[in-house]
């Protein structure tokens, strides 16, 4: 009896010790091989342990893995087995496989069937006024984090002294903009936050100003306008326009929107003659939107964002 119970408890042992090398393997040399199957080449590759909140650096580098090729990674010496990979292709796609487990499997292969679309940039009309001394024969308006400015947004024509035009733009708000003017000579600005400066004023020292000059268009009126925000909700965008107005006019608040129950104050072009307007919030952690009608903006400039009733 003693010897039946003696053999029990020692498989028992062996069981647990098993387990608890399962949960916990030794550090190894771990590795991966991703395999390329679409018809794309892949652009940047990540790898991290599916415990980290960061993906780390590109494993690619400034190479690409092309279709029906595969790469051979060195993930070091470690105890970590559970992986997620993510590759973005060519056109921008993603795809990732989470929970890879290196130690098992040691290829990994995508085809693109779980790929997914980027997010449509947003369109942003852009008032540019030359300001300057001559003429401007180029502009050019890129995302801050692209690699090249792009096409003339002019195509054909000409910005000439004391003329403003309108020039759209798809892309992030933060942007570069560059003009060239008759003589081929240039000026840039970085970093312009495109929704909240629509109307840019190209003028001697508007690369280097404090904030963009920008241009109210005739018959409007700047006012200070007092913005608070009682929703509850971080706002993320406020478009302020007449009531009635099929236009949703500027917004306001940039890309720092205003968190809930904080206030700010903002300029805003009040076309003359002009009282009555309504308002449109959006929230951008929810994908909602909200209207407030029945402002009187000659009455009172203070703003106050309600509450949903």
Known sequence: MRAAVALLLAVLL???AAGAARADPPAGDRELTVANHTAQAIAELYVSPSDSDHWGDDRLGEATLPPGKTLRLKLGHL???????QVVYEDASREESKGVNVCRA??????GATATAPAAAPTHDVSLANRAARPIQQVLISSSDAGDWGEDRLGNTSLSVGEATTLRYRGDCVADIRVVFDNRSAEERRGIDLCAARRIAIQPGWTTADT???EAQPGDETVQLTVSNRTGRRVGALYLYPEGSAERGPELLGAAGLEAGAGVTVAFARPAGVCRFAARLAFAAEATTEDVADLDLCRSLDLVLPAKS
């Not at 105890?79 to 997620?84: E, H, K, L, S, Y």
């Not at 040691?106 to 085809?111: A, M, P, R, S």
């Open 212 to 214: 963009v000059p920008t």
């Open 14 to 16: 062996a069981v647990g």
């Open 79 to 85: 105890r970590d087995c559970a992986f997620d990979v």
């Open 106 to 111: 040691h290829l990994l292969t995508f085809d």
